[in-house]
Nanobody, 127 residues
């Protein structure tokens, strides 16, 4: 069993930066593909970014490509999401998730492929 806890959310202005962390306990994350998803009010949860177990492969949603960076520190059992040039449309609850997928593939964007989820952290970007 893996427990995931996100942190780092908050209220920022348009154009600001914010960094999220996802700390794991119960089992090492080093063999899991890790992903970030988000859910805005009244919308379905959507894929944001994913990173392979080794950290050498990443994948981003088009809406965040070039602005967000996913990374991981396996010895610290932590995954990060650095968000730059934030926009009001980035406002959402952000979730990290762990998947037993062996590598990054197009199905990595599917929520159904993830086995463990955190409770989420709120990010609000004011205009």
């Amino acid at each position: 069993q893996v427990q995931l806890v996100e942190s780092g959310g908050g209220l920022v202005q348009t154009g600001a930066s914010l960094g999220l962390s996802c700390a794991a306990s119960g089992r090492t994350l080093s063999t899991y593909v890790m992903g970030w998803f988000r859910q805005a009010p009244g919308k379905e949860r959507e894929f944001v970014a994913a990173i392979s177990w080794s950290g050498d492969s990443t994948y981003y949603a088009d809406s965040v490509k070039g602005r967000f960076t996913i990374s991981r520190d396996n010895p610290k059992n932590t995954v990060y999401l650095q968000m730059n040039t934030l926009k009001p449309e980035d406002t959402a609850v952000y979730y990290c998730a762990a998947s037993r997928l062996p590598r990054i593939t197009p199905i990595t964007t599917s929520q159904r492929r993830y086995d463990y989820w955190g409770q989420g952290t709120q990010v609000t970007v004011s205009s």
